[in-house]
């Protein structure tokens, strides 16, 4: 009795710590007590820092809960622990280093130790073979950067943080040099670091000598932010409904817990709003790099001295291919690079084709590319080769023309473009496809016959020279807009506003009339003086749409489609949000026509699909409604044999005398219910 009233707080801290929290005051003594306690097993611990000491653990969580309430006693326990971590971090026992690490972060929550000091003493611990506590601080320090920066960005601390990432990558420990990029990646992807100076200097891990952290540098580039933004919206969908919550709170009992609960889901939905009314702004991480020309040059350097596998070549090739694309960067070395791979028996060649044609635009000069294209032709499109390797390979070519027409000549066009009445549609298709490109970048280069009904967009394409740019004095297409229009008159009666369109049709079609010359001269007058606002612009790209279907006859008007027929309107839209294409789909290129297989398995898909919300056939004889019983005949059948076998025995123990009284009886009866 005598033991269970004396004090027990110096053995139990959880009580005192309860106890202090409540009243610091009161419980000084003993919480001075218990920091001599600590001092004392610390200098105790040093002399075997490789042992698990359970009591130094109970009394470091301890005072970090406590620390907050005696701020002035424990003014060195944070340095303490830090200089713990520092002197003996590859010595410590797992468990004891795990528990230091944790009670530095609670202290990190009670703003009672810098975020730098941490954060590089985390860094340093990321050298120490143990994984669980690597991926724990990693967290750790993505988690404390994003709260860091929540409400407004410290430019500062981030400045010092890169700086000090920067020279991480650089670690000969390679598991630390990974570790702090794959924490700069995942703050890029939760767009706390997403600036400038971060992807410059994940761009530096692109040039490292231990591979793991060169395919996770090249990995992030090839990314797309499209991915991004759906793993960033997965963790949004998990917030239950306010309606759910709201009305759990209307039935169940009323505690605080749930009211908090409530509140923090309202906070929750209204950020998620906010988050998504937002405008977004963010470029990909390419177009950040500050030198990608430099970038580029670099990178095909370390990619011709690798000696890496495969795999590894090929994501320096798309790469490279993307920022060449991207920028329109000169990189001449780069296409003789790529045609030794553009060979049907190649390991992805498909990709490799995408790479090629992804690298050429306008700026190139068509002669380094033209290695390429014969690589290409000779390889893909011989009659010797199958007909799906000649499909890609003219999709191939369609996408290396479509990024750099000069590349083709008009021999060598006209060849391609007799694969048209091919006896496989897969390349037939392809064939045409390239012929339907050229109609719209250089119908002179085909055959009369091959360049389709002329028409407006089409009479007015020129074929540019290498390095030449089509400057215009004027908007093109901006004739449709009348120079004496005025604001003023907008008012009117509903008949006066369809008499009105009546004479902006009749104006549109004497506009057909008008020659070349006469458009652009009166385009140049609508555009010359006068600040054209949104409605001008949608008329001006309605009328360049309708150039594209419009026939074209000289002296006369041609036979015009209705903007429904054309799908002007999904065009329009089309036209506004592709603008120019750095990057080549590779479905564009694998696309191939060819009919189904008509194998077994086809063909039963097809039946079985067809089976499907249809009634079963066969005889309806002794079924019985849905829901009723079976009979004992139907019984028996489902039953255990040796629940069954004494009839069996029974049955075959019978006497020739038995059956034919059994057959007797059967024929009787059948005889009778016939009769009835």
Known sequence: MAKRLSNQLPNNL?????????????????????????????????????????????????????????????????????????????????????????????????????????????????????????????????????????????QKLNGALQNYMFTMLKDSATIAAKTSLDVMISLYKKNVWRDEKTVNVIATACFSKITKVLVTAVKFFLGSDEENDEENDSDDEDIPTLKEVTMQNRFNKKTRKREKYLENIKKAHKKKKKKSNAPRYNFSALHLIHDPQEFAEKLFRKLEGLTERF???????????????????????????????????????????????????????????EPVLKAIINNFVTERNSSEVMAVGLNAVRELCARCPLVMTEDLLRDLVEYKTYKDKGVMMASRSLIQLFRTICPDFLHKRDRGRPTEATVEVQRKEFGELDVKEFVPGAEVIEVNEEDGDEEGDDSDSDGEDDLDE???????????????????????????????????????????????????????????????????????????RELVNLGDIEMIYKKKKHDKETRMEAILGGREDREKFGSRKDKKAEGASITNKQKSKKKNFSMMKHKIKAKGKKSFREKQVALKKRLLKSAKFNKA
């Open 14 to 154: 959880p009580q005192l710590q309860n106890l202090i929290k409540r009243d610091s005051d009161s419980y000084k003594e003993e919480f001075e007590q218990q920091l001599r306690h600590f001092n004392s097993t610390l200098a105790v611990f040093e002399l075997t820092p490789d042992q698990f000491n359970e009591s130094l653990d109970e009394l470091v969580m301890f005072l970090a809960q406590v620390a907050k309430c005696y701020q002035v006693e424990l003014a060195d326990f944070p340095a303490t622990l830090v200089n713990l971590l520092e002197k003996h971090a590859t010595v410590l026992d797992g468990n004891m280093r795990l528990s230091l690490c944790r009670a530095l972060i609670l202290l990190r929550n009670k703003a009672l130790i810098a975020p730098a000091d941490l954060h590089k003493l985390f860094f340093n611990l990321l050298r120490c073979q143990d994984k669980s506590l690597r991926s724990f601080l990693k967290d750790n320090i993505v988690n404390d950067i994003k709260n860091i920066n929540a409400k407004g960005k410290d």
């Open 311 to 369: 795999e590894v070549k090929l994501m320096l090739l798309e790469l490279v291919s993307r920022l060449i694309g991207t920028h329109q960067l000169i990189l001449l070395n780069y296409y003789p690079y790529i045609s030794r791979f553009l060979a049907p028996h190649q390991r992805e060649v498909v990709r490799l084709l995408q790479f090629s044609a992804q690298a050429a635009h306008e700026m190139v000069p068509p002669d380094s590319i």
């Open 506 to 580: 009749t104006k549109d079609e004497k506009d057909i009339i008008l020659s070349l010359e006469d458009k652009a001269k009166k385009a140049r007058e609508a555009t010359l003086g006068k600040i054209l606002t949104d409605e001008d612009f949608a008329k001006i790209d309605a009328a360049q749409l309708k150039k594209q279907v419009v026939g074209f006859r000289k002296g006369g008007k041609g036979k015009k489609r209705t903007a429904v027929e054309a799908d002007l309107d999904e065009e329009a839209e089309n036209a506004a949000v592709e603008g120019r």
